[in-house]
T-cell receptor, first 116, second 117 residues
């Protein structure tokens, strides 16, 4: 149990385009989803926390208009990187928690974004 | 504020050796959870274990064991008879209830374990 999927796993795009990443909890209801960013050989950096049906709470220094997060259902959250630039290239990972698993985050496989 | 320190950046061991990954944490919360996650080269974080702050019992799961000591604020992870498949980055993390209305994780910087055949 506690499986989280993420799509796509890889994306390459041109500078200026927008990219949407989906995160789904497959076998539990995720009342809370989290989005992280990880640079090579570094730890995970929390970008934002989203509760189902509410606006996301962004960490300090994360641009809300740049990284749009939607958590419209208990099984799906999306992260849209708007007008992507090369510096947005990174490994984006989502996690989900909820129900009896509320204090544990289960992670998706991650999405590698390369902006040319 | 929470803080998790993994002092070992990289460790190399020869297959079948035992290895201990250290984790020290800081928190003012009385209720919190401690975790270990494994991140293999594929990138996905794999949940290994969760302990709550009121349960100091050590735990063993196959070749894995964890030693939680509140007196020293440590939550160390030992792999017995290491195997090449254990090669990965291991993250220790602490979770406490946040102002955002959820349990947020604070990660250590990770320890890269290389098991040499």
């Amino acid at each position: 149990g506690a499986v989280v999927s993420q799509h796509p796993s890889w994306v390459i795009c041109k500078s200026g385009t927008s990219v949407k990443i989906e995160c789904r909890s497959l076998d539990f209801q995720a009342t809370t989803m989290f989005w992280y960013r990880q640079f090579p050989k570094q730890s995970l950096m929390l970008m934002a926390t989203s509760n189902e049906g509410s606006k996301a709470t962004y960490e300090q220094g994360v641009e809300k208009d740049k990284f749009l997060i939607n958590h419209a259902s208990l099984t799906l959250s999306t992260l849209t990187v708007t007008s992507a630039h090369p510096e947005d290239s990174s490994f984006y990972i989502c996690s989900a928690s909820g129900g009896a698993l509320y204090e544990t985050q289960y992670f998706g496989p991650g999405t590698r974004l390369l902006v040319l | 504020a929470q803080k998790v320190t993994q002092a070992q950046t990289e460790i190399s061991v020869v297959e079948k050796e035992d290895v201990t990954l250290d984790c020290v944490y800081e928190t003012r919360d009385t209720t919190y959870y401690l975790f270990w996650y494994k991140q293999p080269p594929s990138g996905e974080l794999v949940f290994l274990i969760r302990r709550n702050s009121f349960d100091e019992q050590n735990e063993i799961s196959g070749r894995y064991s964890w030693n939680f000591q509140k007196s020293t604020s440590s939550f160390n992870f030992t792999i017995t008879a290491s195997q090449v498949v254990d090669s990965a980055v291991y993250f220790c993390a602490l979770s406490a209830f946040s102002g955002a209305g959820s349990y947020q994780l604070t990660f250590g910087k990770g320890t890269k374990l290389s098991v040499i055949p």
